[in-house]
């Protein structure tokens, strides 16, 4: 059964920082690929980062030299540290897994899901 819990995400001003975990079970996430989306208010979700199972990265434009994406093997969990946060960055964010190729920034290319967790950059 894969399970996938964010946590981490809260108010925070402008130019500040926050990192989002994604505790994951079910599966290793040292030997998958996983991503992270935001969705904002009104807006599509949005695909901001990915790593795959050998630890190559990548991101969007929109988040690249901020937000690093990274995973902890031996707590089976993966990370998102996001600095120099702006306002736009105000979203609800996701990580996810099961991605079954083509673009890492497709959602529909990643079947498992978290529940989410808000961030807010006032």
């Known amino acids: 059964h894969v399970q996938l819990v964010e946590s981490g995400g809260g108010l925070v001003q402008s130019g500040g920082s926050l990192t989002l975990s994604c505790a994951a079970a079910?599966?290793?996430?040292?030997?998958?690929?996983m991503g992270w989306f935001r969705q904002g208010p009104g807006k599509e979700r949005e695909g901001l980062a990915a790593?795959?199972?050998?630890?190559?990265?990548d991101y969007a434009d929109s988040v690249k030299g901020r937000f690093t994406i990274s995973k902890d093997n031996g707590k089976n969990t993966l990370y998102l540290q996001m600095n120099s946060l702006k306002p736009e960055d105000t979203a609800m964010y996701y990580c996810?897994?099961?991605?079954?190729?083509?673009?890492?920034?497709?959602?529909?290319?990643?079947?498992?899901w978290g529940q989410g967790t808000q961030v807010t950059v006032s």
């Open positions: 790593i795959s199972g050998y630890g190559i990265t």
């Open positions: 996810a897994a099961g991605w079954s190729g083509g673009s890492w920034s497709d959602e529909n290319k990643y079947r498992y």
């Open positions: 079910g599966f290793t996430v040292g030997s998958e690929a």
